[in-house]
């Protein structure tokens, strides 16, 4: 189960990443998209959580600052 926690926040992680680029590309009309929609896609997620590791779980991850 903790392989499960750890995969969770390093997808997530991922997620606000690709997220934060394409919500700055959407505020500044360099979108063609109507709405702003993070997509969750479950099959990377899985993958994610079956390579996740111990040494994945000690990564810092920061609060994005603007």
Do not use: C, H
Not at 7 to 13: K, P, R
Not at 45 to 64: E, G, W
Request: aromatic share 16%; hydrophobic share 35%.
């Amino acid at each position: 189960m903790p392989q499960v926690g750890r995969g969770v926040f390093n997808y997530l992680q991922d997620l606000l990443d690709d997220g934060e680029d394409r919500l700055a590309a959407f505020v500044n009309d360099e979108s063609d998209d109507e709405t702003f929609i993070l997509d969750w896609d479950d099959t990377v997620f899985q993958a994610t959580v079956a390579q996740a590791s111990d040494d994945l779980a000690k990564k810092y991850y920061t609060y994005p600052k603007y």
